[in-house]
């Protein structure tokens, strides 16, 4: 007997670092699916697990922030393709539940009976209700979200895809949980047309800015969601995409070249391996730390060793391997001989925080090592590049062939200290913000 009423949420990336589902009591005459990348044998829950990983749509977005989009506005689609057919489907991010007393026969009744069939709730915060689309994508930027070039790229896109649409307009809908009923057409014009858009990746991993504005540009208002429809029992891990910062530089170096080949060093996880989106993908590293040994790089090996062998050019590179000077200073020297003309080499951890993270060997968990070291030898030794570090995600540093001025050091860089570092950081370093870069 086919059910009315299907819950659905979803989990993409390392489950270690993704919001936890809260335990809760299902209704048996209700369907509740969690869609994810993630084994099921590592998710303790109480939603059915469905793996998409392998789904064609899930592969051809490159961040999990992406695939997860891809369940939570397209589940009409997933479902269907499934055999499975409702009369209404309701969202909730993974930290909340559906909670058992609520009638929500009749919350899918007010949507079948309605010309737009979607519940949603208005934005909590007053300033973006009535500053509309621009005031969201202002505190995005400012809460270290995303950052100001993608902010610039997603408005430009909006804007030529409908010059129309007033993007202050006050109205502004939270995409936290909402409802909608599948069989009604508008709504899944709109949901198409929503993920046609937010899978080019030409704008924010946002998608409230995406989804107001269709909101806007087909005139359509959603019915009031209450906000007591779910339950918040699980735990909501907040985290600042600025941790991500690396990932999205390099994506940004990847567009603004047309790379086509990009080469990994210390591929960890895989998170930002994964989240590169590029057509050829390399990926190095021996596996011996804890947070490598269940990856699969393309080559197992030491950098040294790859390059030893390593007869291909590369458009991008990242080094995030050992983090010692005098091995991010061969990774780096190795790099710029396999690195194309116009290429870039994009370097992690060039800009620690606190003596403690950069003493070598390891001393704690949060540890950029000193590559600074090695950033600072070669801006004064090589004139041949250009580099600078973007002053974000414990420093990214950006290298180019092209020509720098030497910086003048009084000892050895073997002899440098972190307070040595500290007062010269934007010298030494070339810092930049995030905003400038």
């Not at 269907?80 to 009369?87: A, V």
């Not at 600042?240 to 390099?250: E, G, L, V």
């Not at 950069?358 to 600074?372: F, L, N, R, Y």
């Not at 440098?416 to 930049?432: G, S």
């Amino acid at each position: 007997m086919d059910k009315s009423i299907c819950f659905i949420t979803a989990l993409f990336g390392n489950d270690d670092k993704l919001d936890v589902p809260g335990r809760f009591k299902r209704n048996p005459e209700y369907d509740y699916f969690l869609f994810t990348d993630i084994n099921e044998e590592c998710l303790d829950v109480d939603w059915d697990v469905i793996n998409i990983k392998d789904h064609p749509e899930i592969i051809k977005v490159s961040s999990s922030v992406r695939k997860s989009r891809y369940p939570k506005f397209m589940s009409w689609k997933l479902l269907e393709s499934f055999g499975k057919k409702y009369d209404a489907i309701f969202y909730c991010d993974a930290w909340l539940t559906p909670d058992i007393n609520k009638n929500w026969e009749e919350f899918s009744d007010k949507m079948k009976n309605n010309d737009f069939g979607f519940l949603q709730a208005p934005h909590h915060i007053k300033s973006i209700r009535n500053g509309g689309i621009l005031a969201e994508m202002t505190l995005i930027r400012k809460a270290g979200k995303d950052i100001q070039h993608s902010m610039v790229k997603t408005r430009s896109y909006l804007q030529s895809y409908d010059s129309s649409v007033n993007l202050s307009e006050s109205q502004y809908y939270a995409n936290t949980i909402f409802g909608y009923d599948p069989n009604n057409e508008t709504v899944r014009k709109m949901l198409d047309e929503f993920w046609s858009m937010y899978a080019t990746e030409e704008i924010t991993h946002r998608d409230q800015p995406l989804w107001n504005f269709l909101l806007l540009k087909h005139n359509v208002k959603p019915i009031n969601m209450p906000t007591d429809l779910f339950i918040r029992n699980g735990v909501y891990k907040k985290r600042s995409y600025m941790n991500d910062i690396r990932t999205q530089i390099i994506n940004i170096l990847i567009d603004k070249i047309g790379a086509e080949h990009y080469l990994e060093i210390g591929l960890g996880d895989a998170y930002n391996f994964n989240s590169v989106s590029c057509k050829n993908k390399v990926s190095v590293d021996p596996c011996i730390s804890d947070d490598s040994r269940n990856s699969n790089p393309t080559f197992k090996m030491t950098s040294d060793e790859f390059f030893a062998q390593n007869n291909q050019n590369f458009d991008v590179i990242f080094i995030d391997g050992l983090h010692h000077a005098d091995q991010v200073e061969k990774d780096i020297n190795n790099s710029l001989r396999f690195l194309k003309k116009n290429g870039y080499i994009v370097c992690h951890d060039i800009s620690p925080t606190s003596e403690a993270m950069q003493i070598v060997p390891q001393a704690q968990k949060e540890w950029t090592g000193d590559c600074w070291r090695a950033w600072v030898k070669i801006r004064s030794t090589n004139p041949n590049v250009y580099m600078f570090v973007v002053n974000a995600d414990m420093g990214c540093g950006i290298i180019q062939k092209g020509s720098q001025s030497l910086l003048r050091l009084s000892m050895e860089c073997s002899e440098l200290t972190y307070e040595h570092l500290n007062v010269n950081r934007k010298l030494w370093l070339n810092l930049v913000s995030i905003d400038d870069f």
